[in-house]
């Protein structure tokens, strides 16, 4: 049997907890229900415990609570130590104790696992430290200027980072909140097979594999502004139509300053190239047309200064990892509103 210890505190999202939760449920249920053995139930494969570094109920963001044991009550070697997430966590990894706790429990475990935000409190312990790992794209800038020695990819649903050392464990790593589901089907891949975790995915209605980046589910691109100025006023033109010329050169005459002064002072001001900065607010535009417009591709291209849907495609595809018609189907007004008109009361 395969121990699961899922750590928590209070304050915790109660997703990252129920999520991976279920899923190694998922497992013990279908393998009790595919794989009886002269009537009587295979042993089941996950071991799930909660817990918390003193004991007891656990409040979450929600209106849920857990019962947990304690750290203390954890004996002997972990399979998979599973950190949860929440908006708590930079208080809590601000407490020698509970670190010191948490590190002598990632000192057993073979598979060590972050969910969310939970990567924030693991960091502290220098666990993470020469790992790539992932968190939600919303805490991943202030994990990366936090910790330099880790490699934060701020995109992938999910990543496996394996172990730096022989007395080290493997690292998996998850984007926020429902991705600790995603990631939790991916360890089960790993543990059983393709056919139990995609079985276990079908159950819970989501994705074995879930198609490009967790970009495509941010907001748009927050970007510095710059400071009132020609810089601000090249800003401000790009957004207004981002359909328009906006090359270098055209970008700097338009405010009266020569190639290479505008780059340098735009890069300082704003924090991206030129190029990068339009190249961005092309994509947000995109997307707002996409959500709302039911116009082709091809027009959504064109208005927004791609040119082609061809292009429009190729940068979609590199800045959030899926098609402009998978993005539509996901995300549009449209698809929602067919979706809701398609369900039927249980």
């Not at 750290?71 to 998979?80: E, K, L, M």
């Not at 929440?86 to 000192?107: M, P, Q, Y």
């Not at 059983?192 to 970009?215: C, F, K, N």
Request: glycine fraction near 8%.
């Amino acid at each position: 049997m395969h121990r699961v210890v899922i750590v928590t505190f209070d304050g915790v999202q109660s997703l990252d907890v129920a999520g991976p939760a279920e899923v190694f449920a998922g497992v013990n249920t279908y393998r009790s229900e595919t794989e009886p053995e002269s009537g009587v139930d295979p042993m089941p494969s996950y071991d799930v415990s909660i817990v918390s570094l003193d004991g007891g109920v656990v409040t979450t963001e929600s209106a849920i609570s857990f019962h947990t044991a304690s750290f203390a009550d954890v004996i002997g070697p972990i399979d998979s130590l599973v950190v949860a997430g929440g908006f708590s966590v930079w208080r809590h990894r601000e407490n020698s104790r509970f670190v010191d706790a948490l590190t002598e429990l990632i000192g057993r475990s073979r598979r060590l696992v972050t969910v969310c935000s939970g990567a924030a409190l693991v960091a502290a312990t220098g666990a993470l430290d020469g790992h790539r790992v992932t968190t939600h794209w919303a805490r991943a800038d202030r994990l990366a200027e936090a910790h330099p020695d880790i490699h934060v990819d701020a995109d992938p649903i999910f990543i496996h980072s394996p172990a730096t050392g022989p007395d080290r464990p493997d690292v998996w790593s998850s984007a926020g909140v429902t991705a600790g589901i995603d990631l939790s089907l991916a360890i089960v891949e790993q543990d059983h097979s393709t056919d139990i975790a995609q079985e276990v995915g079908r159950w819970l209605v989501m994705y074995l594999r879930r198609p490009g980046g967790q970009s495509q589910f941010a907001s748009p691109t927050w970007i510095r502004q710059a400071p009132i100025g020609p810089i601000q006023q090249a800003q401000e033109s790009v957004i207004d139509d981002p359909g328009a010329d906006h090359r270098i050169a055209e970008l700097a005459r338009r405010v009266a300053m020569s190639e290479r002064n505008f780059v340098r002072r735009f890069t300082d001001e704003v924090g991206l190239s030129p190029a990068k900065f339009v190249a961005r607010i092309r994509v947000d535009a995109a997307r707002h047309e996409l959500e709302r417009s039911d116009d082709t591709v091809s027009a959504i291209a064109r208005r927004c200064g791609f040119g082609t849907s061809e292009t429009l495609r190729r940068s979609l595809h590199r800045h959030l990892g899926v098609s402009p018609e998978a993005y539509r189907q996901r995300f549009s007004h449209q698809s929602i509103d067919q979706s809701h008109r398609k369900q039927t009361p249980a």
